[in-house]
């Protein structure tokens, strides 16, 4: 593989409080992504009309078990779920339970699992029924904000470029991008420095550098940004009561870009791709 990270570098805590993780480091966080990618492809023909999202959460706590792995939200923060399932106006951390998906319901699911002490974070949207042109659109430009924020990826660059890249491409296609949330550094932890913000001004936040890996995770809306948390103290919905997506990648610096961690062993991870 091309990566190599300095060997000064080992061990080594940035000035933002960033870790650099090392080269062999990389086989962890692939093994770990890997599973959740699969258990994300695995769900995909269960998404169906007249599902609940509880079943499709208990599949996805089966499945987790099955591979002797562990589900890093179940116990996180009081949070018993092996997923977050988000579906339509919810933006993110919907709880799985009794909800019954509906012709064209979109939704997002996101599971993160723990491999060997390495955390593997993913999330994609799922259409039951027919998928509806308003929902395709604003799937594909999620899909598309994510890879663009990929492709800023790259030591010397800086995290405000990756929220600069995913925010001027959902404007330009006339969504917002959610402020409330953020990506966030993982590895042998959940959530670590920096919030990777999915807006921003180029040049600003800390200097990428080989060996950090971090989530890039952007939720868009049809309409305003602003968000709510619901009573249960989790759900977040958009205030206006529309249409919200969200695609994640969890992904490892290299010395010329990235590698990405939770890349669909089946080819899938859009909703049109089967
Ligand atoms: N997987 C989510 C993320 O992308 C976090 C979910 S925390 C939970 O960071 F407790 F809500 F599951
Ligand atoms: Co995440
Ligand atoms: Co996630």
């Known amino acids: 593989m091309e990566f190599r990270v300095d060997e000064r570098n080992r061990g080594r805590l940035t000035r933002d409080g960033i870790r650099i993780y090392e080269a062999a480091d990389f086989a962890g966080m692939h093994k770990a992504g890997r599973l959740a990618a699969e258990i ?11 599902q609940t999202t ?19 939200t179940i116990g996180y923060k009081g949070y018993q779920h092996a997923s977050c399932i988000s579906v ?18 979109v939704l997002n ?14 999330s994609r949207m799922y259409v039951a029924g027919k998928l ?18 990929i492709a800023a990826v790259k030591p010397g660059n800086t995290f405000g470029d990756i929220g600069h890249a995913i925010q001027t491409f959902v404007e ?13 550094g993982l590895g042998r932890v959940f959530h670590a420095p920096p919030n990777v913000l999915h807006y921003g001004r180029p040049g600003t936040g800390p ?7 971090f989530t890039i995770e952007p939720m868009v809306n049809l309409g305003r940004p602003e968000t709510k948390v619901l009573a249960d103290d989790w759900t977040a919905v958009t205030r206006d009561k529309s249409l919200s997506a969200q ?7 290299t010395a010329t870009g990235c590698e990405l961690f939770t890349l669909s062993p089946a080819g899938k991870f859009h909703p049109t791709w089967g």
């Open 88 to 105: 339509n106006h919810v933006v993110c951390h919907g709880i799985p339970g009794p909800k019954v998906l509906k012709d064209g319901d």
């Open 207 to 213: 200097v990428l550098e080989e060996g950090m890996f």
């Open 40 to 50: 994300l492809d695995a769900v995909a023909p269960l998404v169906q009309v007249g």
């Open 172 to 184: 330009a296609n006339r969504m917002s991008v959610v402020r409330d949330f953020c990506g966030h």
């Open 109 to 122: 699911i996101d599971v993160t699992v723990v491999v060997d002490g390495w955390f593997g974070d993913t």
């Open 247 to 253: 695609f994640e990648h969890s992904v490892g610096v």
């Open 54 to 72: 509880g079943a499709l959460d208990a599949e996805i706590e089966r499945m987790v078990a099955e591979a002797g792995a562990t589900s890093a």
């Open 132 to 149: 509806s042109r308003r929902a395709e659109r604003l799937i594909q430009v999620t899909h598309d904000a994510l890879f663009k924020g």
